[in-house]
C-alpha cells in the first residue's frame, strides 16, 4: 500500500527569498527526508488549484480577497508572524486545491 503526498513546485515559491522559518530550505529538506526513508512507498498526488467556493468553506470571502491582492507583490507582511511572497497566494490555491 503506498501513501499520497501532494507536492508541486510552486510551493517552493512560497517565501522565496525572504528570511523566515517558512522558507524552500524547509521542504527541501522533508522531501529528501521522505525519498530517503520511504522511497517506493510513496504516490504523487497531483496538485490544482482550489476554486474560490472550495476555499470560502473555511474562510470568509473578505480573507480570500486579501490574500488574493498578495500576488505578484514581491513581500506582504499581513501580520508580524505572516508574510507572503509573489507566488504565495498560488501556492495556498495549490496546496488547499491538492488536498
Known sequence: MKTGIVQDPIYME????????????????????????FSGRLTTVQAR?????????????DHIKKIAS???KSFVSLDPDTQTSAKSYEAARMAAGGC
Not at 14 to 37: A, F, K, N, W
Not at 49 to 55: F, G, I, T
Open 14 to 37: 512560497h517565501i522565496r527569498g525572504v528570511p523566515h522559518v517558512e522558507s524552500p530550505q524547509r521542504l527541501e529538506v522533508l522531501y529528501q527526508m521522505l525519498e530517503d526513508h
Open 49 to 61: 488549484p482550489a476554486h474560490l467556493e472550495e476555499l470560502a468553506y473555511i474562510h470568509t470571502p
Open 70 to 72: 498578495t500576488s505578484g
